[in-house]
C-alpha cells in the first residue's frame, strides 16, 4: 500500500480552467458547479494525482485512463482488477490510498464541534462510551479518530451510507489495536490511524493485512508540473 498526501496552495482560476481541459468531462464539470474555490482545488488535485500516480504505476497514457464507479458510486479503475485506490480531502489536504486490494482512506480536519449530539446520532454505546470516557481534553480527538476509522471501512467495502455507520462498531483497545466488529463477529479488515499534521485526522483501511506506516508527502506545483508534462508526450 502507498498513501500520498498533498498540501493544497491557492491556483488561479485561469490555471484551474486550464488544468480542467486535461481531466474528463464528468470531473471537469462537478469541479466547475463548485462555488467555493477550495472545494474546487481539493477535487481537481485529487484527480491529478491519481492521474499521475496511474500513469507513473501502470505506464498508462493519461487520455487513456477511464474511471467507471460501482452501484454505490465508488469509483475503479477500468479493466485493472487489481488496483484499488480511494481519495479523502479536508482543510488544506488531499489523500490518496493505492492498494492492491480494496481500500478506504478518510482525512478530517478537526473543528470544535459538538461531537457528543453526533456520536449519539451516528456511533454505537460502545464507540460514545469510548469518547466520553477519555479525558475531556482528548475526547473530541477520540471522536475524530471513530469518525475517520468509521468512514474509512464504508469507503473500504465500497458501498459508502448504504452500510448505516451503527450497523458496525470500531473496538480501540488500550494497545490501540483496532478491530471492526458488525454482529459480534471481528471483521477481516486492518484498520491504522495516522498523524499527518497538527488539527487533522487520518484513517486507512485495508484487505491487507498489514498497513505500512509511512505517507508520501507530494509538493503541489511539482505535482501539476509532471501532470502537465505528460499531457504534452
Not at 43 to 63: M, Y
Not at 218 to 233: A, C, G, H, P, T
Amino acid at each position: 500500500m502507498k498513501i500520498y498526501a498533498v498540501r493544497i496552495l491557492d491556483i488561479s482560476e485561469e490555471k484551474v480552467d486550464k488544468l480542467c481541459l486535461l481531466i474528463d468531462s464528468d470531473k471537469k464539470y462537478k469541479i466547475k458547479k463548485f462555488i467555493n474555490k477550495k472545494d474546487k482545488i481539493r477535487t481537481l488535485i485529487g484527480e491529478i494525482l491519481i492521474r499521475t500516480i496511474i500513469v507513473e504505476k501502470l505506464k498508462i497514457i493519461n487520455k487513456n485512463i477511464k474511471f467507471n464507479k460501482n452501484q454505490y458510486g465508488k469509483p475503479y479503475l477500468k479493466d485493472y482488477l487489481n488496483f484499488n485506490f480511494n481519495i479523502s480531502h479536508s482543510g488544506e489536504y488531499v489523500l490518496c490510498a493505492v492498494d492492491n486490494k480494496p481500500v478506504g482512506i478518510d482525512v478530517e480536519e478537526v473543528k470544535h464541534i459538538d461531537y457528543e449530539e453526533i456520536a449519539k446520532s451516528f456511533f454505537t454505546v460502545k464507540e460514545f462510551d469510548y469518547i466520553v470516557n477519555q479525558n475531556f481534553n482528548f475526547r473530541l480527538n477520540s471522536f475524530y479518530e471513530i469518525w475517520t476509522l468509521k468512514e474509512s471501512y464504508i469507503k473500504c467495502c465500497g458501498q459508502g451510507l448504504s452500510i448505516p455507520l451503527k450497523s458496525f462498531s470500531i473496538e480501540v483497545d488500550q494497545y490501540e489495536n483496532i478491530k471492526v466488529i458488525s454482529n459480534n463477529k471481528h471483521k477481516e479488515y486492518t484498520s491504522k490511524i495516522f498523524d499527518i499534521d497538527v488539527g487533522y485526522k487520518v484513517a486507512v483501511c485495508s484487505l491487507n493485512k498489514e498497513i505500512y506506516n509511512n505517507i508520501i508527502r507530494v509538493d503541489q506545483n511539482s505535482l501539476i508540473n509532471k501532470y502537465s508534462r505528460f499531457n504534452l508526450e
